[in-house]
């Protein structure tokens, strides 16, 4: 037990610094409580549900809040009333990671260079998988220097499909990302990728000839918005803004490339395969694409077409 390894005052003193302030006479005449068995049924309840609402928070980076942690629990098969999870994650004072903060410039665009048109248009709801695909890069401060992460989400289900990470942000850092998105869809039997919209910012980068040759290799169309416009690659931008919410903020302070890449591969595994997604309808992006495929057929049935 905690009171064991810790002392219950000094447990109750962290309590305070961080807003749930707990005096230890109310630990030890609610404890004296318990084992004489005079909690209530209702108390006996609520001490489960904490148990599992605090479960489901830690699993999944301590990033959702109420509304997705009551998602989990009833997909898990635990039924309880969303009100119950807000007043319990209130009295455990628990919360889900909150966006804040500016976005560092990462964008550094040539005048003189030509840019592909814009085909997006700020439209960022394709009607299907592989018709739009956007990609950013953001910084990560080390202990051992910045750390440049890469990249590329298919619009439609919010899928992260490639992704690098590199000490410097030379060409490679976004064609790598690129190389492994056209190699996960690859995998599935995606071979022909013509007609898809490579949707960026006006970095340099992106602009590269080696970018715009490896595009139209696969007859992939480049889309560039506008210079210094974070709402022309809006979808990007709220996926980095997840990662740096999610992961890179809390989990830090980061040693190094090495930290940051395998903190990187386990936090986009959960967001593909297990993060639920409120632009997907609360599902989760591998979710999505199944339905859309008519590979989840149980899924299949309970959600609208639509999605």
């Known amino acids: 037990m905690l009171e064991l390894s810790w002392g219950v005052e000094p447990i109750c003193a962290v309590l305070a610094e961080y807003g749930t302030p707990i005096a230890p006479s109310t630990y030890y005449e609610h404890r004296a409580r318990v084992m004489d068995g005079h909690l209530s049924e209702s108390e006996w309840r609520d001490a489960l549900m904490c148990n599992e609402i605090h479960r489901v928070w830690t699993k999944n980076y301590q ?30 004072g628990i919360e889900g990671a909150r966006r804040g903060g500016k976005k560092p410039r990462t964008t550094i665009s040539d005048p003189a260079a030509p840019r592909p048109a814009d085909l997006v248009d700020r439209q960022f709801t394709p009607a299907r998988p592989d018709s739009l695909w956007v990609a950013d890069f953001t910084y990560v401060a080390t202990w051992a220097g910045t750390v440049y992460v890469a990249l590329v989400i298919d619009a439609f289900s919010r899928r992260i499909l490639g992704w690098r990470a590199s000490t410097n942000k030379r060409v490679e850092l976004v064609l790598d990302a690129l190389e492994m998105a056209m190699w996960t869809r690859g995998r599935q039997g995606v071979d022909d990728l013509a007609g898809l919209r490579h949707h960026t910012d006006a970095g340099s980068q992106y602009l590269a000839l080696a970018m715009t040759e490896r595009l139209a290799e696969h007859d992939i169309l480049p889309s560039v918005g506008t210079v210094g416009d974070a709402y022309d690659n ?9 990662y740096k919410t999610e992961l890179i903020h809390p989990q830090g302070p980061w040693k190094g490339l090495d930290d940051v890449e395998l903190a990187t591969l386990e936090w986009i595994d959960w967001h ?34 639509t999605v």
Request: proline share 5%.
């Open 63 to 92: 990033a959702y809040g109420a509304k997705k942690v009551w998602l989990q629990l009833n997909r898990e098969g635990i039924p309880v009333a969303r009100c119950t999870v807000e007043r319990l994650m209130r009295f455990m």
């Open 234 to 242: 809006a979808l990007a931008e709220s996926e980095i803004g997840l």
């Open 272 to 305: 593909n395969h297990r993060r639920l997604h409120s632009a997907c309808s609360d599902l989760t992006p591998v979710e999505v694409e199944q339905i859309h495929c008519g590979t989840h057929p149980v899924l299949a049935t309970l959600v609208p077409s």
